[in-house]
């Protein structure tokens, strides 16, 4: 049996942000329909790493996979697999660009149906890979004019605004202080690995859209409490998942700012066919914390481009 | 990186019965203590087939992995993978007969903790893979003198007693009938697809052991529910997974004549220093749908030895 094996740095010639939305967009949309089905993130751990397990049925896609990856304190190392119809181990892929990707593009899809359409600045918390994409998937649905970063390190974030304000077109500029990263947003993108909150609700306009991406883990959060007292719509990737992971809402479940009843999944969005904001005062959050449909979509794309285009590896299994 | 693959014949030189029941019992001593960690197999499905997704940690051992498979009507195919503390992926394992063999030691350890010390005789239900290790395993940890085997198919039963006498050195005998097969019964083994129950009440003798293993789906069960009322002695390989898919258990508990709170996990039983049976008339059952431990288990003895004796192929991913 052969399996083809696609590395990273061959993944990345072969989808774009844009297809990568639409994917992910039409592969919630599966799910709301029961034609997919999602197993959320399992994980265990030995003293040094840590595995993380996820899994999914696509049927319009005709795939099953998973994806598995492990965590060290210095490093991860992430996989994700395709089966056929027939059973068969049909690809091997890399997928460390492609979760920031998927992550990405979920976001993608959740500031196009919500955000305001005629938002023009977007604020990004976090200045590594995942803040990468949160920025590239915001550009990918609005027209986007003016970005501004921060994270702790001055560095970095500066480095980051040179590099996207290059690969973007517009203008991305560092800002000195969380304070003055929000001040004109009205799209926000959370991608740190802070486990204090970078967002208050102060900072919240009236208006604006957050995508908060960066904790999956209930010990980390990355949006003050407080927040939820303004916003007024939540979303998230996957309840069952955010259940598990999403350390964003434990503050305010705590509290009795919000309730489980009140957050609509993604899936159910998808498949209405007006926006989900209902007036342009409205605060909105998009909280994700990744589910392996998204994983298992993006893969496709790639796998059948890497086939059409002859590149990868065959590996005889 | 490269990590070594490793082929189902090449497993078979590198990996005994009784090493098999060693280290699945010393994997679920550290289950009980708590250096392990174990995730039930979660499925999905698309028309044509079903993923099938295990994972686990084992800490003496030094890995943590998976165990993933396709089944559909006509195939199953199966994968390990393992990983070290540094977060690497040493060895792909094909896993078919790994997980036969590992299904076989879980009985075999139940057997030596349970069954009557001077047993003699087994009756084996089910003529195909998984009935051949059941029947490897008791051996390895009885004095068997004496089997019987009853399948559906004459020529498949006839066929099981031929090759089994030759490989154990026992008498295997094909049985006409059920009742034929248990009649001097003192261990029973089921490893059968079977639907319909294939033990029912009143096939069972005073003091006999059984070991089930064939279903592990809610709709499949090879002891009839009236089984459960003479049955003294419940043991399980895990709780939780046989919550989701230990169909033996589901009428019983509706008839009331099983709660689990009177199930035992195998874990507990094997840090006591005494046997678990009490007394030479005790009916007793070990129920097994399979953990991801017990494939950690075995795939790292097996990918240890490769190593050691320069057997398998490197994969360059």
Redesign the interface.
């Known amino acids: 049996m052969s399996l083809l094996?696609i590395r990273e740095t061959e993944a990345r010639s072969l989808i774009s942000m844009a297809q990568a939305i639409d994917a992910v967009e039409n592969v919630f949309r599966s799910l709301s329909s029961g034609e997919s089905?999602?197993?959320p993130r399992?994980r265990?751990?030995?003293?040094?790493?840590?595995?993380h397990?996820l899994?999914?049925?696509?049927?319009p896609l005709?795939?099953?996979?998973?994806k598995?990856y492990?965590?060290?304190r210095t490093?991860?190392?992430f996989?994700i697999?395709l089966?056929?119809?027939?059973?068969?181990?049909v690809s091997?892929l890399?997928a460390d660009w492609l979760g920031q990707l998927r992550t990405g593009a979920a976001s993608g899809v959740a500031t196009r149906l919500i955000a305001k359409e005629d938002a023009q600045h977007v604020a990004i918390f976090g200045s590594g890979k995942q803040a990468r994409t949160q920025l590239q998937a915001v550009c990918a649905v609005r027209n986007i004019q003016h970005a501004t970063v921060f994270s702790n390190t001055p560095e970095r974030r500066e480095e980051f605004a040179r590099t996207m304000s290059d690969e973007t077109g517009i203008q991305v500029v560092a800002a000195d202080s969380p304070a003055e990263c929000v001040a004109q947003a009205e799209i926000i993108c959370t991608a740190t690995t802070s486990k204090e909150p970078v967002v208050t609700a102060e900072m919240l306009r009236a208006g604006v859209h957050i995508n908060a991406v960066g904790s999956n883990a209930l010990n980390r959060a990355e949006l003050s409490a407080d927040c939820f007292t303004r916003i007024d719509k939540v979303v998230c990737d996957d309840v069952d998942s955010c259940r598990n992971e999403a350390g964003d809402f434990v503050g305010p479940m705590a509290s009795g700012s919000l309730q489980w009843e009140k957050i609509s999944p993604l899936a159910s969005l998808v498949t209405k066919s007006e926006g989900a904001r209902t007036n342009r005062e409205e605060i909105t959050l998009f909280k994700s914390v990744g589910m392996a449909i998204e994983d298992i979509a993006v893969a496709a794309i790639v796998y059948e481009a890497a086939r059409e285009a002859n590149i990868g590896?065959e590996?005889?299994?």
């Open positions: 094996f089905q999602n197993i399992q265990v751990r030995i003293p040094g790493v840590m595995l397990s899994s999914a049925a696509v049927s005709g795939y099953v996979g998973w598995n492990t965590t060290t490093q991860a190392r996989h697999a089966y056929n119809p027939d059973g068969e181990w091997l890399e590896t590996l005889e299994i």
